[in-house]
């Protein structure tokens, strides 16, 4: 089956550094890759949508310059956490979608975020 | 835009009890598609309903869509320890899945 992997899978960093986050799929290319933020027994919230060789769409109310998100390849994308504050401290999920629009997702493994 | 509502929030069962979590959405949906996220995991893609009333089986579990396909639900027959976790469901916007809230699921044993 398609395996998403995303690196690392926790990190703690001092307030004001940035942190970057790997999401690669495995077996499979991916012209697109979504990046979700999850807090404690919440749902998963879109941060932006990540398009192969063009720039990321934010969703409403994501800062594009805090989340700086690139997709270099048609297997590889990143997400960096500029300037780190504590209140940015969360779990963040990759996704990647095989071909068509309905195809279901596949998750990385996420990232847990925490600053200090 | 486009919302999909999840109920209940929270369900904890004794094991062998059944389970049941139901999903709406505000507009009609070409799929839903559903997921289990294990405590401390990521989500897990576990089926896809594309037809109008819909009924698809994996062993405990029944996922239907409804007829007018705004609704769905999954249930779990005689739920057992393993079933713990949070289940998704979503549909899609446009390029993008919407998530629901999820419902939590506890089992006692």
């Known amino acids: 089956g398609a395996v998403v992997s995303q690196h690392p899978s926790w990190v703690i960093c001092k307030s004001g550094t940035s942190v970057k986050i790997e999401c690669r799929s495995l077996?499979?290319?991916?012209?697109?890759m979504f990046w979700y933020r999850q807090f404690p027994k919440q749902s998963l919230m879109l941060m932006a949508t990540?398009?192969?060789?063009?720039?990321?769409?934010?969703e409403q109310g994501v800062e594009k310059d805090k989340f700086l998100i690139n997709h270099a390849s048609l297997t590889l994308s990143t997400l960096t956490v500029t300037s780190a504050h504590p209140e940015d401290s969360s779990f963040y999920i990759c996704?990647?979608?095989?071909?068509?629009?309905?195809?279901?997702?596949?998750f990385g493994n996420g990232t847990r975020l925490t600053v200090t | 835009g486009q919302q999909v509502m999840q109920i209940p929030q929270y369900q904890h069962v004794q094991e062998g009890e059944d389970f049941t979590t139901y999903c709406n959405s505000s507009?009609?949906?070409?799929?839903i598609q559903w997921y289990k996220q294990r405590p401390g995991g990521h989500p897990v893609f576990l089926i896809q309903?594309?037809?109008?009333?819909e009924v698809k089986k994996q062993k405990r579990l029944t996922f239907q869509f409804g007829e007018a396909k705004k609704n769905s639900s999954l249930h779990i027959t005689a739920t057992q320890t393993t079933d713990v976790g949070t289940y998704f469901c979503?549909?899609?916007?446009?390029?993008?899945?919407?998530f629901g809230a999820g419902t939590i699921l506890r089992v006692k044993s």
């Open positions: 309903l594309v037809k109008s009333g």
């Open positions: 990540s398009n192969e060789g063009s720039k990321a769409t934010y």
């Open positions: 077996d499979f290319q991916a012209t697109t």
């Open positions: 507009t009609t949906l070409s799929n």
């Open positions: 996704s990647a979608r095989e071909s068509t629009v309905n195809s279901p997702l596949h």
């Open positions: 979503a549909g899609p916007r446009g390029n993008k899945l919407v």
